[in-house]
């Protein structure tokens, strides 16, 4: 094989990452997204796949129409798109996280089975839409630590059993819109205490609690023929005491391929990652991964590096030729198949209108409420003084859509004046243990609480170190709290909840989008009647 040819190959085993948005000033995260410039010189040399963030719905969908046209061949096209499309771009339908699911399932399996699948339809069918035919999802991984910062309400439940039913039921979903899925973290995320993309987490189980927990879902999809299957940069010892999954031949191609018997493509999970990033240089985790048993490296550092560094490891005889050609067939096998996925499938020409309905059948399945409602009598009563005091996270942070949240805006007609804790905002807490909150500072009147708090990539545990269930205990003593409002994780709603007196209205919702907070806020009696249809909106964490 010639010099070009060999570097023609390793191209097409690796994904790289770009904006959404058309233009490069519009690029978030320009050290991890390339230039249209560089974009266009790594598709012309052979590039295999792209993965997509930001932007608008219309835009990517421009924007996949300019990638396939700039790699003159098909392309693996995907994005994390585990919430719905509009999760990543705006305009499309944003839905509450699988956890959510998992919950409802122990209380109505059938129910909850049902709107997995149509979860995965709604989001393949959209995916499409825009030109995507690879989703990166479902999220195979067992959340059974409740502090897992990283995982947490992505996985579809925190047993074996309820993620293997769900994420079966969001695959054929995928499959039945006609695009491919990817089953991740392997061999399991959920019960990690830090996040891969800050540090290297450490998964120290015996193979007999990995085969009893962490691997029943991924043997389930695999079983159901999933397409792919994504790493975790997680170190797990039984198998391998010192490379993370992505970069150990006994994860991959022993656990994997050999015990499990997988066929698909194997793709790491992003190379980026602080996990992967922070101990290999960025060719030689490329390397480590392909020789592990990888089939697709993504978001390598720097991909003409990791280009490099892949052929010198081929030309050394590190890495066998033949291995990266069964690698590229198994891509062309992933191509054909989407390809006839997309021919059996109803067509999908354009995405005309987000799916709202879904979305309120899964927020109205999943909301939880206690106690009564801010009726008009008690908001009359508080008038200009009471005070609605806002947690607001960093995956909300659109300063543009920020003002206009149904959080903010609903209450405040109500005469709840708006105070906004993000976290960049002067530290709330007081130092005194007993009364955490600085009251002093907030004002007069009744706190309505309302908290966004979930597990998001690159946000560690710091929400959830919050002393949150000290600042509801001070409140009630002082008789200031009026009512609470969680948003996003279930073990702060289940932490907070038996601390209400019983009068206390209360609300939870899995989802955070607008439409999430008018639900919440209208069973509570504020603004339900004007607001009840908020739609979606797209954001990013």
Not at 92 to 108: F, I, V
Not at 175 to 195: I, M, N, R, W, Y
Request: hydrophobic share 45%; with cysteine.
């Amino acid at each position: 094989m010639s010099e070009q040819a060999l570097r023609r190959l390793i191209a097409s085993l690796l994904v790289v990452r770009c904006s959404g948005h058309l233009l490069d000033a519009q690029r978030r995260y320009p050290q991890w997204e390339l230039s249209n410039a560089e974009l266009q010189q790594l598709l012309q040399l052979g590039v295999g796949g792209v993965i997509l963030l930001g932007g608008s719905a219309a835009e990517v969908s421009l924007r996949t129409r300019q990638l396939l046209q700039w790699a003159q061949g098909p392309l693996l096209l995907c994005a994390d798109v585990e919430e719905g499309v509009g999760q990543r771009f705006e305009g499309a339908t944003w839905l509450p996280p699988p956890l959510s699911l998992g919950r409802l399932y122990g209380r109505d399996p059938g129910r909850a089975l049902e709107l997995a699948q149509r979860y995965g339809h709604c989001t393949g069918r959209e995916a499409r839409a825009i030109g995507l035919n690879w989703v990166l999802g479902p999220v195979c991984d067992v959340n059974n630590n409740p502090a897992n910062p990283v995982i947490n309400v992505r996985a579809w439940g925190e047993t074996p059993a309820v993620v293997s039913a769900l994420a079966l039921a969001f695959s054929q979903g995928l499959q039945a819109a006609g695009v491919l899925g990817c089953a991740k973290h392997f061999p399991g995320h959920g019960d990690t205490s830090v996040d891969s993309h800050l540090e290297l987490p450490l998964l120290p189980h015996s193979l007999e609690r990995l085969e009893a927990v962490e691997l029943p879902p991924f043997t389930a999809a695999i079983g159901a023929g999933i397409d792919a299957v994504m790493s975790a940069h997680v170190v797990l010892s039984a198998l391998d005491q010192e490379r993370p999954a992505t970069l150990s031949r006994p994860v991959l191609s022993g656990l994997l391929r050999e015990q499990l018997g997988f066929e698909g493509l194997v793709v790491t999970d992003a190379l980026v990652m602080e996990a992967i990033s922070g101990h290999v240089g960025g060719g030689e985790a490329a390397v480590m991964a392909l020789e592990a048993g990888a089939d697709l490296v993504l978001m390598p550092a720097d991909a003409h590096g990791a280009i490099a560094a892949i052929a010198k490891a081929v030309e050394s005889g590190r890495l066998a030729q033949q291995q990266l050609v069964a690698s590229a067939a198994r891509r062309q096998q992933a191509l054909l198949k989407a390809a006839a996925l997309q021919a059996s499938s109803p067509a999908v020409v354009a995405l005309s209108e987000p799916d709202g309905a879904l979305a309120a059948h899964l927020l109205e399945a999943t909301l939880e409420r206690q106690g009564g409602s801010l009726s008009a009598p008690a908001a009359g009563q508080l008038g200009s003084q009471g005070i609605n005091l806002v947690r607001l996270e960093s995956c909300l942070q659109a300063p543009q859509a920020v003002p206009q949240l149904p959080a903010l805006t609903l209450p405040e007609r109500s005469g709840w004046r708006p105070v906004l804790l993000e976290p960049r905002s002067p530290s709330p807490w007081s130092g005194d243990p007993e009364a955490p909150l600085a009251l002093d500072r907030l004002g007069n009147g009744p706190v309505l609480l309302q908290l966004f708090v979930r597990g998001n990539p690159f946000s560690g545990s710091k929400a959830n170190r919050e002393p949150w269930s000290e600042a509801v205990v001070q409140l009630q003593r002082a008789g200031r709290l009026g009512a609470l409002v969680v948003y996003g994780s279930p073990y702060l709603w289940e932490r907070l909840q038996p601390l209400l007196e019983p009068q206390i209205p209360a609300a939870y919702s899995a989802g955070q989008m607008p439409q999430a907070q008018a639900m919440a806020l209208g069973a509570l009696g504020l603004g339900a009647e004007r607001h009840a249809g908020a739609g979606s909106s797209g954001f990013t964490d």
